[in-house]
């Protein structure tokens, strides 16, 4: 097995309090190793795990795990965990974990999940949905749909989003969040592909040439997952065709990294909003 055999992989680090008298990883954390990754395996998927399970009528269940011992890892070494759905019966689905020290494969992982009725644990078929999804996945296909329009088309979801991680998560008053920009705006909204609302943002004319970003709001599960990223390309694309030729935005100081790494810089001193730090940030766009 190799590494090029996967096309989604979790990094982590060996932490002191998995290592043995041995001076190496106990045996039993190669299947957390593996756990986490197939966790992590699910965001690839667009899929907040719990909400999605809800919707699928359903839940996934482990019935078997094997581990083959190739090497042992030790303190501080990094490991690229793969992760790949390999079979998908009526009822049960195969997964193999692989765990790799640079190009060295350490450990294999054969796990088998059951899908079933959370209530009794008894089997139910794989819901089509999730079998397509799976599939998809493996095969190299987008799990998102980007759907840009005006409020009246996508104000719905975009709002419950935006009521989750603002109102909700962050205790912006209501009041607050809700404007009349909303009805010029240009409104993005991302969904996986079982139609749950993942993430939005909206597009403004902030001045001739100069476009403004906000409202910016994703799902809590699937934050570092590069879904917020797409809500920014997505609108600056839209900005650059208009004619734009720089976007601006004001950043909560807690997401000043994420904008960072979308080339954006921060212009100004810090403010209060909504009783939140912020700080304008800037990009310029290149012509269409």
Not at 37 to 49: G, K, S
Not at 200 to 214: C, D, N
Not at 266 to 272: E, H, I, L, M, T
Request: net charge negative; proline share 3%; hydrophobic share 45%.
């Amino acid at each position: 097995m190799k590494r090029q055999d996967f096309r989604f992989f979790h990094r982590l680090r060996v932490r002191w309090a998995e290592v043995d008298m041995q001076k190496i990883v106990f045996n039993a954390h190669y299947l957390m190793y593996v756990d986490t990754a197939v966790a992590d395996y699910w965001r690839a998927l667009a899929m907040p795990y719990e909400e999605a399970m809800h919707l699928l009528d359903g839940d996934i269940y482990a019935r078997k795990a094997t581990v083959e011992f190739n090497a042992s890892a030790r303190m501080d070494e990094r490991l690229d965990v793969g992760v790949k759905c390999t079979r998908i019966g009526t009822s049960s689905m195969n997964f193999t974990g692989a765990i790799f020290r640079d190009n060295d494969l350490l450990v294999t992982v054969e796990l088998v999940y059951v899908f079933a009725d959370p209530a009794t644990q008894t089997s139910r078929p794989v819901p089509q949905a999730l079998r397509e999804l799976l599939l998809g996945f493996e095969a190299g296909e987008d799990m998102l749909n980007v759907v840009t329009g005006d409020w009246a088309r996508l104000g719905a979801d975009a709002q419950r989003i935006r009521s989750d991680v603002f109102i909700e998560e962050q205790r912006i008053p209501a009041e607050l969040e809700w404007d009349e920009d909303d009805k010029t705006a240009l409104h993005v909204v991302i969904y996986n592909r079982l139609g749950q609302t993942l993430a939005t943002g909206r597009l403004l004319q902030h001045a001739p040439g100069v476009a403004k970003i906000g409202r910016v709001a994703v799902h809590r599960v699937l934050r570092g997952s590069r879904v917020g990223a797409r809500v920014m390309a997505t609108l600056m694309e839209a900005a650059r065709a208009r004619g734009d030729h720089e976007v601006i935005l004001n950043a909560q100081r807690s997401a000043e990294p994420f904008y960072l790494g979308l080339g954006f810089a921060p212009r100004g001193d810090a403010f209060d909003e909504a009783g939140i730090a912020h700080i304008e940030m800037v990009r310029p766009l290149a012509p269409a």
